[in-house]
C-alpha cells in the first residue's frame, strides 16, 4: 500500500494535540515479558520510545522478564516454583533474577534505543537506593484440605519506599531510564519485586502523567470478552467484586488503582504485542487499551 505525503501530514496533524496534551510530562512504560516478542518487536518498540522522547514527553521504562528468567532457569537445571502467581526466590535463584534482569535483559533494551537514536541508562531499583522493599509471603489454599497457609517466597519484595532523587537527575534531560525491578531492602539485600508493582510505584513517585502496562491481552474485557475502554476506579472494583475481572488481570488492576491513588493522572492496560501500541495509545484519537482514572 503506497501512503502519500498529504496521508503522513494528516496523521502528523492528529498527533498534534496528543503531543500538546504529553508535552514535558512523564509517561512510565512496563515493558513485558511475554510482550517483549522477538528482536523485531523490541527494536520497534525502541524506535517508538526514542519517537516519544523526541517529541519532548518524557520516558521511563520498567520492564519484566519472567519467561527469560525461566529459560536460564531451566538451562542451569535450576528448579522454579509458584505460589499464588510469584515466583519462590531462594537464594540460588535470585542471583540468575538479578543477572537476567539488571543484566542481559536491561542492557539488551538499552541497546535497542541507543541503536534508534536514543540514549538510555539502565538501572535498576538498587541503584541510589531508588525503590526499597520489604519482604512479603503470600496466603494459599490448599486444594484438598482447604486450609490457608503463609508460603514463604523468599527473596520476593513489595516496594515499601521510593526515593526518586536518581530518577530526578535523568528525566527531562535527553535520556532514556530503562530499570529493572530488583529492589533493595533495608539492610542492603536484594529483592525481586514483580514488574508491574515496580513501575506503579516509580509511576506514582513520579506523579507520571501516564502508566502505560503492556501485556499479553488487548486490556479489560466484559463478560462477552469485549474490551472495556475506560474505567474509573469504582468501576474497576465493581467488575473485580462481580467476577468480570478475574485471575492474573486482578493484581494487574489493582497496581493501576494503587498508581492512581499515589497520584498518576491515567494508567492503561494493552496489548503490548501490537505494533507501535504505544504510540497508538498515547498519539491517536483511538487509544489502544483499557483506560483506567480517578
Known amino acids: 500500500m503506497t501512503v502519500s505525503p498529504h496521508d503522513i501530514a494528516r496523521v502528523l496533524i492528529e498527533a498534534l494535540p496528543h503531543m500538546q496534551r504529553y508535552d514535558d510530562e512523564i509517561v512510565v512504560v512496563k515493558y513485558g515479558g511475554h510482550a517483549m516478542g522477538e528482536e523485531a518487536a523490541a527494536r520497534s518498540f525502541a524506535r517508538d520510545i526514542v519517537l516519544l522522547e523526541q517529541t519532548a514527553i518524557n520516558p521511563v521504562v520498567v520492564h519484566g522478564g519472567g519467561p527469560q528468567i525461566g529459560g536460564m532457569l531451566k538451562r542451569l537445571g535450576i528448579k522454579s516454583e509458584f505460589a499464588a502467581g510469584l515466583r519462590v526466590t531462594d537464594e540460588e535463584t535470585i542471583e540468575i533474577v538479578e543477572m ?11 541497546g535497542f ?13 538498587k541503584d541510589g537506593n531508588m525503590v526499597t522493599a520489604r519482604k512479603i509471603g503470600r496466603t494459599v489454599v490448599d486444594p484438598g484440605s482447604r486450609i490457608e497457609q503463609i508460603v514463604d517466597l523468599g527473596f520476593v519484595g513489595e516496594p515499601e519506599k521510593v526515593d526518586v532523587s536518581v530518577l530526578d537527575q535523568i ?7 530503562v530499570l529493572a525491578p530488583i529492589a533493595t531492602s533495608a539492610e ?3 529483592y525481586n519485586v514483580n514488574a508491574d508493582t515496580f513501575a506503579g510505584a516509580v509511576a506514582g513517585a513520579l506523579r507520571a502523567k501516564r502508566l502505560l502496562l503492556l501485556t499479553d491481552v488487548p486490556g479489560v474485557l466484559d463478560k462477552s470478552k469485549q ?8 468501576d474497576a472494583r465493581r467488575l473485580i467484586a462481580d467476577g468480570t475481572i478475574t485471575g492474573g488481570m486482578i493484581p494487574k488492576v489493582e497496581t493501576c488503582i494503587y498508581a492512581l491513588e499515589a497520584g498518576v493522572e491515567g494508567v492503561v492496560i494493552l496489548d503490548g504485542k501490537v505494533e507501535h501500541a504505544v504510540l497508538l495509545e498515547l498519539l491517536t484519537d483511538l487509544g489502544a487499551g483499557t483506560l483506567i482514572h480517578r
Open 100 to 110: 537476567v534482569l539488571a543484566g542481559s535483559i536491561n542492557k539488551q533494551i538499552v
Open 113 to 125: 534505543i541507543n541503536a534508534a537514536g536514543g540514549r538510555a541508562v539502565g538501572l535498576s531499583g
Open 171 to 177: 528525566v527531562g534531560k535527553d535520556l532514556i531510564p
Open 188 to 190: 542492603g539485600g536484594t
Open 227 to 234: 474490551l472495556i475502554k475506560d474505567l474509573s476506579i469504582d
